[in-house]
């Protein structure tokens, strides 16, 4: 199995799903490149991967109080708004000691790490669903007004 960069590393995910969900991530820190670049056609890819496939699974299974089948669909959820978060902030995706990097972030929805903490404690709650709805929502709206000042610029 391919050795996971440290900045990848994470108690959350297994190295299984970090190879699957963070593959840009892995490319990045393994070739120490010094540019992060990623297009918007990238960022409108997670966005439709969130609202065409991972959500309408996620009220499906808990419509039918499949919580427990949600649990991978809610760590792929996780997954868009980490890489929507920090893409949007121009930063590759950091698992370890995620925390300490948000501080950072100009762009980022309110109250992000207690809300982030509280879904990746409890995936499988209905609320915390909820919670990340309207995170990538919220985030979903921080990057469509960094566009428009990008572009003003």
Do not use: C
């Amino acid at each position: 199995m391919t050795r996971i960069p440290k900045p990848l590393q994470s108690n959350f995910f297994s190295e299984e799903q970090i190879q699957k969900l963070f593959p840009k991530e892995i490319d990045y820190y393994k070739q120490e490149k010094e540019n992060w670049v990623v297009s918007g056609e990238e960022f409108e890819k997670l966005l439709f991967q969130w609202k065409e496939d991972v959500f309408p699974k996620l009220q499906t299974l808990y419509s039918k109080r499949e919580v427990q089948a949600a649990t991978p669909h809610m760590k792929r959820g996780i997954s868009l708004f980490l890489s929507l978060l920090f893409w949007t902030n121009e930063k590759p995706v950091h698992l370890f000691e995620w925390e300490k990097q948000l501080n950072s972030f100009s762009l980022i929805p309110l109250n992000t790490i207690e809300r982030l903490k509280f879904i990746m404690k409890y995936p499988n709650l209905y609320h915390s669903m909820i919670q990340l709805k309207e995170l990538m929502l919220e985030m979903e709206k921080l990057y469509r007004k960094s566009l428009i000042m990008k572009k003003k610029q």
